[in-house]
């Protein structure tokens, strides 16, 4: 018989599931909703047609849509990369230190930018997946 992946892989999958969640949300709201459009419509209009100093071939808005969509692969691609590692390759996860070390950290920046940047629902959703991932590095550890 085959022993499946330990409590601290199904920790982590549940984490990067977590954060494959926010992420694939934050992606279809900025595509295709106007949730993070401002409540100022003249504001909207104005970032429609302004550069930003760095180059004049983009606007302020399409910038920041490409912020928002690129932010929301790179919460999808954790999230991707740690529920495999964590379910097809957990051996090569915990044998290594580097590699829970960067998904804690990657964690860790997420919510120290919820707190300080962002609201309510992403400050939530990563405080959970942080706790999922802590507690799956000390289910490893003991």
């Known amino acids: 018989m085959i022993a499946g992946p330990g409590l ?3 920790l982590v999958v549940a ?3 977590v954060m494959f969640t926010l992420g694939a949300l934050h992606l279809v709201l900025t595509l295709f909703g106007t949730r993070f459009h401002p409540r100022d419509v003249a ?3 104005r970032l429609r047609q302004v550069s930003p100093r760095i180059s004049a071939q983009t606007t302020m808005w399409r910038a920041g849509i490409g912020f928002h969509a690129s932010h929301s692969l ?3 691609l954790f999230g991707l990369l740690f529920a495999h590692l964590a379910w097809f390759e957990d051996g090569l996860l ?3 230190a580097f ?4 998904g804690a ?3 860790l920046a997420w919510l120290v930018l919820a707190l ?3 609201f309510r629902v992403p400050l939530i959703g990563i405080a959970l997946a942080a706790g999922l991932y802590g507690a799956a590095l000390i289910s490893h550890a003991v």
């Open 8 to 10: 601290a892989s199904w």
């Open 15 to 17: 984490s990067a599931a």
């Open 43 to 45: 504001l909207e209009a």
């Open 74 to 76: 790179g919460a999808m």
């Open 94 to 96: 915990w044998r290594s």
């Open 99 to 102: 590699l829970p070390a960067v």
């Open 105 to 107: 950290a990657a964690l």
């Open 116 to 118: 300080r940047c962002w």
